[in-house]
């Protein structure tokens, strides 16, 4: 069982930046693969960035490669998400997740989700 808590989201102008903490319970943090999703009203949760179990490699969504970055400490069981040039159309709830095997983007992959962190961006 892994237990996943999100913090960091606020409220930020456009051109600003956030950074994103996802802290888990539990000794096996380093066997999981770990992903950062998104969920804005009324649309689907999408793909953000995920991260190997030993951080070793990352992907990262088209829509937010080169502003956003993900990595991990396996000493802190924490996992980031650096979000840099923000935009209005970053807004939604932010989630981490885990799952344990290799990375993807499929959110319906995860086994763990934590309850979300919300992030504003104003124009």
């Known amino acids: 069982q892994v237990q996943l808590v999100e913090s960091g989201g606020g409220l930020v102008q456009a051109g600003g930046s956030l950074r994103l903490s996802c802290a888990a319970s539990g000794r096996t943090f380093s066997s999981y693969a770990m992903g950062w999703f998104r969920q804005a009203p009324g649309k689907e949760r999408e793909f953000v960035a995920t991260?190997?179990?030993?951080?070793?490699?990352?992907a990262h969504a088209n829509s937010v490669k080169g502003r956003f970055f993900i990595s991990r400490d396996n000493a802190k069981n924490t996992v980031y998400l650096q979000m840099n040039s923000l935009k209005p159309e970053d807004t939604a709830l932010y989630y981490c997740?885990?799952?344990?095997?290799?990375?993807?983007?499929?959110?319906?992959?995860?086994?763990?989700w934590g309850q979300g962190t919300q992030v504003t961006v104003s124009s």
């Open positions: 997740a885990a799952r344990y095997s290799v990375t993807h983007i499929n959110p319906k992959s995860y086994d763990y």
């Open positions: 991260i190997t179990r030993s951080g070793d490699g990352t």
